[in-house]
């Protein structure tokens, strides 16, 4: 299993940005998908969520602000960011995504890099 997240940078407040993250290793159309971020000093939590069948859930503190999509067709899952915040800041990862009784949970766990956002006020 390979995910690889790309498309972080330095936005200034208010900006927008479109992460990709290239998944390869596992049948990626059959599975829930979802974007975590870690700030520093703060536990990795999931932000958005998106259904093999198309349907969403956000966290409350982007909801209405980002936006999670996906393309079967080339295993790719995007997150795309507006009206961002310098709370924003961190390293966002993707992974397949499984729901069980206490929430979602991560299916591989392997965080690799990532790729760093960086919002400035």
């Known amino acids: 299993v390979h995910l690889q997240a790309s498309g972080g940078g330095l936005v200034q407040f208010g900006g927008s940005l479109r992460l990709s993250c290239a998944a390869c290793?596992?049948?990626?159309?059959?599975?829930?998908m979802g974007w975590y971020r870690q700030a520093p000093g703060k536990q990795r939590e999931l932000v958005a969520r998106?259904?093999?069948?198309?349907?969403?859930n956000y966290a409350d503190s982007v909801k209405g602000r980002f936006t999670i999509s996906r393309d079967n067709a080339k295993n790719t899952v995007y997150l795309q960011l507006n009206s961002l915040k310098p709370e924003d800041t961190a390293v966002y990862y993707c992974?397949?995504?499984?729901?069980?009784?206490?929430?979602?949970?991560?299916?591989?766990?392997?965080w690799g890099q990532g790729t760093q956002l960086t919002v400035s006020s």
């Open positions: 998106i259904a093999s069948g198309g349907s969403t």
């Open positions: 290793g596992f049948i990626f159309s059959s599975n829930a």
């Open positions: 992974d397949a995504v499984k729901t069980i009784v206490i929430g979602t949970i991560p299916l591989f766990g392997s």
